[in-house]
Each structure stands twice: as C-alpha cells, then as structure tokens.
C-alpha cells in the first residue's frame, strides 16, 4: 500500500487512522511514534472509539434486519484482553468462551451466566460443573460423548442444564481452506456430524434425559468468512436436520450461527496462495480490500437464511457469535526495525522486534498491510523479509512483501491486528508486550508489558 498518492485517505476510511503533516501515523489521535517511545515497542493499540462504534453497529443492525428475537455473544478467543472486552460488554454484547480460563474472565468481568454461552471440544468435568454451578445460557454440545458427561454431571449436582447441539454442517465457504474450516465434515472434528446421523441419534439419547435440555442448533462455519450470502447457504442446507428434530419432538427454540465474519481489507490466504506463500516464498502482493463485506449484508444474509429455513414455522430466537469483525479492524500492533540485513542480489531482512514466534501468528496465514509508521508517503520499491527477534528461522512476520526503504530504528504497523493476534501470544524469549488503548488524543495502558520476573514467576529454580 506504501507510495500510493492516495495513501492517507486510504488510511482513514479504511482503517480509521490519520497522519500528520510530515506522514507520521496516527491512531485515535496519538501519534504512533510517541506511543512506541512511551510504552516501547511491540505495543498493540486499541482504537477504542472504532471499536465502541463497531461493537454497536453490529448489534444495531442485526436488530434492524431480524423480525425474532436476538442475542449477540462476543467470541473472547478472538480477544481475551479484559480492557478490550470491557468496551464490547459495554455495547450491549454478552459473552461466548470455550475454556475455563475464558469462564472466569468473564465471571470477573460481570456478566451472570445467563449472559454466557459456553462452546468448544475440550469441555473438562470441572468447566461443566463450573458452567451448571453458574447457571449459563447455553452450553453448545460437541458430541454425544460430552452430552452424557453433562447429564451425569448435573445428575450429581441435582441440577438441570440448557443444551443446543453443535452440528457440523459440512460446508465449506467460499474461497477458504477445505482443511481449516470450520463446518467442514472431512476437515474439522468440531461439532456432531450431521450427515453421518449423530445428530438424530444424540437427539434420542437426550430423550431420556431428565436434567438435560435440548433448545436448538449451533454451527460455525469459519473465520473470516469473505462472501456473506454463505450464511444463508449454510443455513438452507439443515432443512433435513430441522425436520427430523421437529419429527423426533424436539421444538427448536433457538439458532445458534456462531461467528466468522470476516474484514475488508484482511484475509485469510487461499489454499493455493498458502502453498505458493509458504513452498516458495510468493507472497501475493495486491492491496486487500472487499467492499461487499457489511454488516448489513450479513444481516440480510443471516435473516434470509432463517426465516428461509422456519418457513411456515416460528422464528426461533437468533445467536451470534461474532469475533473477528469487532475485533479485527479496531487494533494495530507497532513494531520497531532493529536491524537492516541485505546480501546484495539475493535478499534483503528487516530484523524486527515481532514475529510469528511472539506476536504476529495470523501472518502466518492471513494477508495484512504494514504501514511505515514514521513516513507513510515514502514509495513502495522493494521486497524485503521482515523476521522476528527469535534466533529460529521461521519467526517471520512476511517473506518478500513490497514495502519502501526502511532504516534501522524506523517503526512498522503492522494493520488489523484486532484478532487471534492477542490470543496467539507467546513469550518465545520475550515478555508479551503492553496493551494500550486510544481515544481523542489520549491513551491509557490496557496491559502492562510482561516483566521477567512475572515470566520465570511459575518456575521452581
Ligand atoms: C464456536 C465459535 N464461535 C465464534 C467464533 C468467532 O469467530 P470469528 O472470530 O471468526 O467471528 C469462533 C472462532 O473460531 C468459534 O469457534
């Protein structure tokens, strides 16, 4: 994107960021560079405001576009930090967790279980106790084996707990990895296959169950998902399944659709631009963008698919569980050239103080921009490898990506960095960077910067 004439209104209607006069990088009115000297780099920066008016925006039209009931959950593995929870629970958006780290975090931050859906395949007996114990909404069921654990479990506390059943649609959206979705029957163990009959044959097991609830469906069917008319296709192809849960006795009350939706200007790699990104280093170098990505298309999408799918039937009160696009767009994360390297005709590095080994994980499979952040007029002219600090050699953050000149000490955005970017964190010989977040001009610290001793904290020496 560097060079481009264009490039600063690029930056604020596609991103929400400014820059001054002399091209320096400006997030929620703070200047980049001040930030990276104040906090050190790396440093992730919430955009507070965008995030708040995201947050909204997408509860707002979904309530605008469907006739039922609506109940909007936050995907915290997208984002677990608290501060930035805080500001999505401030919105109005409850909470979706999978683990129960994830429980207790959103126990802390206020919400009753009753604003809490509980997901994932690895429920342990204690998260289950933990989820009956603290009354939560729902809990999604995985498979006939969690079921029956979750019915023994409640027989034991003398309790009774709300069920929808995760099924795996087999549906693989456009444009995205057969391998890595997740409704996919042949790439994702997540959910009971449909196709294969466990989820009839889990819905006669739950018959007989006292304490166990049966409220409907959930599927999810990826992360990051590009066309939104998806929604209704998936949602059409559980006609059958619908049908033979009203034919066994089973209302269904509720329809859980998961997340997925992606960004405009990110994305996931396609399978062939993986294989040639990551067997021989091609790294597709055009600007992303997808304007057909909306809120409101996906409302429509998702609203079509239902009322499609209860024809003649009533509505069943609606769920989602966004992650991605509330997050994703709202975030950048700043990182510092330590080291210029080049060996002169064959390859040139950016040794930076963030890779994948750290902090930069989804660049693994996922194209973002990087912005120059002390100069973002200077002209795009050359490929560059942009590493990590980590002294292995995968920890990179992109392989050949068209970027300007840079210089030791200059700092880089690296865009859209809002999800799976915190969640992927790891200290691989270096604390985990601070978190800030910024709003008109000012800026406050969602997470201090991991110090050695809190990294060597747990260890006996
Ligand atoms: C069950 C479930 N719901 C919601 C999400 C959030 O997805 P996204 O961040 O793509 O919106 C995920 C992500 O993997 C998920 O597994």
Request: charged content about 25%.
């Amino acid at each position: 994107m560097q060079g481009n004439n264009n490039i600063k209104s690029e930056l604020i209607k596609d991103w929400g960021l400014e820059a001054t006069d002399n091209g320096e990088l400006v997030i929620g009115g703070c200047n980049t560079i001040n930030l990276g000297n104040i906090y050190g780099t790396p440093l992730h920066v919430v955009n507070e405001a965008r995030l708040r008016t995201t947050a909204y925006s997408f509860l707002e039209t979904i309530k605008s576009k469907y006739p039922g009931k609506i109940s909007v959950h936050y995907a915290f593995k997208c984002n677990p930090v608290p501060g930035v929870i805080k500001i999505i629970k401030a919105a109005g958006i409850k909470a979706e967790v999978m683990s129960e780290y994830e429980l207790m975090t959103a126990l802390k931050l206020g919400y009753s279980g009753k604003d809490i859906i509980v997901n994932g395949p690895y429920k342990t007996d204690r998260l289950i106790k933990a989820c009956i114990e603290n009354n939560i909404r729902f809990i999604n069921v995985d498979s006939l084996f969690e079921l029956e654990k979750i019915e023994s479990i409640c027989n034991d506390l003398n309790k009774s707990a709300e069920v929808l059943f995760r099924i795996n649609p087999d549906f693989v959206p456009s444009g995205m990895n057969n391998g890595s979705a997740a409704g996919s029957r042949t790439g994702s163990p997540f959910g009971m296959d449909m196709k294969g009959g466990e989820v009839v044959h889990t819905l006669k097991m739950i018959k007989r169950m006292k304490l166990v609830i049966f409220r409907g469906f959930h599927f999810h069917i990826g992360s990051g998902i590009q066309v939104t008319d998806d929604y209704r296709k998936a949602l059409t192809g559980l006609k059958k399944i619908l049908n033979e849960a009203e034919n066994s006795g089973f209302n269904v009350d509720v329809m859980d659709i998961g997340g997925g939706l992606g960004i405009p200007n990110s994305r996931e790699m396609t399978t062939l631009e993986l294989l040639l990104y990551q067997a021989f280093d091609l790294l597709h170098s055009g600007r992303q963008s997808n304007n057909k990505i909306s809120f409101a298309h996906y409302a429509d999408s998702v609203t079509k698919g239902v009322l499609s799918l209860f024809r003649n039937k009533k509505i069943p009160e609606l769920i989602l569980e966004p992650g991605r696009c509330i997050t994703g767009p709202n975030q950048l994360l700043l990182l510092k050239v330590h080291q210029v390297k080049e060996r002169k005709g064959i390859k040139k590095w950016l040794v930076a103080d963030a890779g994948i080994g750290t902090l930069t994980m989804p660049t693994y499979y996922e194209h973002h921009e990087v912005v120059l952040c002390n100069d973002i007029n200077r002209k795009s002219s050359e490929k560059v490898t942009i590493t990590g600090p980590g002294c292995f050699s995968a920890d990179v953050v992109y392989r050949n990506k068209i970027m300007p000149k840079v210089a030791a000490g200059e700092m880089l955005a690296i865009l859209d960095s809002g999800a799976y970017f915190t969640s992927w964190e790891s200290s691989f010989g270096f604390p985990r960077p601070a978190i800030v977040s910024v709003v008109d001009g000012r800026h406050s610290l969602l997470r201090k910067r991991e110090s050695f001793d809190h990294m060597i904290s747990l260890d006996t020496i």
